[in-house]
């Protein structure tokens, strides 16, 4: 399985601020994707990110709110903008191993908004 | 809306009981299952795949699949307090994504 690692593991923040999540793979990975994960629920899925083109998003999430890119095979960012408090959450990043279909999952990012 | 049902417990066994967590899934495409385990606090583990209809088994795990029926199962045998955790069953399906059930709370009393 590929080792993911996210950064930052935690952080709290203000009110219409702006954090920005990282996810390295340490293999190419070709499918790689973010997750939200509300207390207490079951994962969401908010995009699936493309390298060299524009993350696809699920219903109810857009790109003015979670920016993400995607610049190569083993890296990927998401931003959460303009956070409320709603925003506090565990953000997962995953990736899909092509040959089994099977699908890894980060740490996590737990993230809290005052 | 392709779904993935699963109880949400809490599903309570002794130790060195088996336990027994059940999934169905809607989506007849679905070629690829997954059982996945998140202790509190903690990124899910993936602990089991299965493609093909019958059983598979992997230590202490089983899981079981019917294609037929639309049912996926995950026996753990002689559990123990440690396996107490959240279990996500998952179906891969169309659009390249995967769809994951609320989860089973088990928790294994000593």
């Known amino acids: 399985s590929a080792v993911i690692s996210q950064k930052p593991s935690r952080d709290i923040c203000q009110r219409g601020t702006s954090l920005t999540i990282q996810c390295q793979v340490d293999?190419?990975?070709?499918?790689m994707f973010w997750y939200r994960q509300q207390p207490g629920q079951s994962l969401t899925l908010i995009a699936t990110?493309?390298?060299?083109?524009?993350?696809?998003?699920e219903s109810g999430f857009v790109i003015d709110k979670f920016p993400i890119s995607r610049p190569n095979l083993t890296f990927s960012t998401l931003t959460v903008s303009n956070m409320s408090p709603e925003d506090s959450s565990i953000y997962l990043c995953s990736v899909v191993n092509r040959v089994a279909s099977e699908q890894f999952f980060g740490p996590g990012t737990r993230l809290t908004v005052l | 809306q392709k779904e993935v049902e699963q109880n949400s417990g809490p599903l309570s066994v002794p130790e060195g009981a088996i336990a027994s967590l059940n999934c169905t899934y809607s989506d007849r495409g679905s070629q690829s299952f997954f059982w996945y385990r998140q202790y509190s606090g903690k990124s899910p583990e993936l602990i089991m795949s299965?493609?093909?209809?019958g059983d598979k088994e992997d230590g202490r795990f089983t899981a079981q699949l019917n294609k037929a029926s639309q049912y996926v199962s995950l026996l753990i045998r002689d559990s123990q307090p440690s396996d107490s955790a959240t279990y996500l069953c998952?179906?891969?399906?169309?659009?390249?994504?995967?769809?994951f059930g609320t989860g089973t709370r088990l928790l294994v009393s000593p």
């Open positions: 990110a493309n390298q060299g083109s524009e993350a696809t998003y």
């Open positions: 998952a179906a891969w399906g169309g659009f390249q994504k995967l769809v």
């Open positions: 299965i493609y093909s209809n």
């Open positions: 293999s190419q990975v070709t499918m």
